[in-house]
């Protein structure tokens, strides 16, 4: 290991410091920690360029993935490691990003023992392309449908409504909202041709919703969010209107680099990640927050769709 002075001059910068935080709890991989510490690939690789220099933290492949991990040492030189260490997770009190990084580091972690959700995964992927009679996306929607119990639910961003009537089927009252006069009535027109009297559309902003406080079971983002022009206040707003036990829906884009969606889809943001919808969630008071990737397009740009929930 490095001269403690030099070790200690790397590690009190404060990325440095969230880095060596972090892998004193997991081997992490580059795409990890960006995911955690939101930072760019370059500069996240030249910190831990800096760090294996010094002998701070060690790497290992293991299949295609290169994993980070704190070099194992022994003897007197271990002693006085885990006394730096020490000292830096005193100081992670004065890093701001510090407690942000754990939660961080709890999805990660989710996120690699989810194999459940990889089963699900490779079995969605092969539904629908061998045909079983009577099996289909839409018999399967309208049953899963039948299982919700009657409910008020906000279809927030609702456009044109074609899942607010699908949910009207259902549900004790639709709310749908929408900023598009055309929209609006659009959509109240769809709803009366076809005899859905319990859909009722409003104009009104994401950030400020036209809807009594408490007064709604379910708040519902269907591509929505991504076109708030502040998602943490159309999040605020829908945990407002949400009864207590209420439950928020987010179905949106996982964050991507395709520029051209600004000007073809009029989007404010390029999608979330997983960790900042948590972080939204959580800063508007929502409970046990959970997201996971539920599909990927096969053709490019192959955009993602998440889905995330909290409980009121």
Known sequence: MTSILKSLRLMSDPSRARIVLLL????????????????????????????????????????????????????????????????????????????QDQEALRLVRLKRRDKMRAYFDELAGKFG????????????????????????????????????????RRAREVIAVDNSDKMVEFGAELARKHGVRNLHYRKGDLESLPIEDASVDVAFFSQSLHHAQHPERAVAEAFRILKPGGRIVVLDLVKHNFEEARELYADLWLGFTQVELQRLLRRAGFRSPTTSVVHREPKAPHFETVLASGCK
């Open 24 to 99: 004193e709890q997991e081997e992490l991989s580059v795409a990890e920690l960006q995911e955690i510490l939101g930072m760019g690939q370059s500069t996240l690789s030249t910190h831990l360029a800096q760090l294996k220099q010094a002998g701070i933290v060690e790497d290992r492949r293991t299949g295609k993935n290169i994993l980070y991990r704190l070099k194992r040492r022994g003897g007197g030189e271990q002693k006085v490691f885990e006394q730096l260490m020490g000292v830096l997770r005193q100081a992670s009190e004065q890093v701001p990003e510090a407690d």
């Open 129 to 168: 392309r061998q045909y079983v009679p009577g099996r289909s996306w839409e018999g399967l929607a309208e049953t899963l449908l039948m299982l919700l119990p009657p409910m008020v639910i906000a279809d927030l961003g609702a456009g044109e409504g074609t899942v607010a009537q699908l949910l009207a």
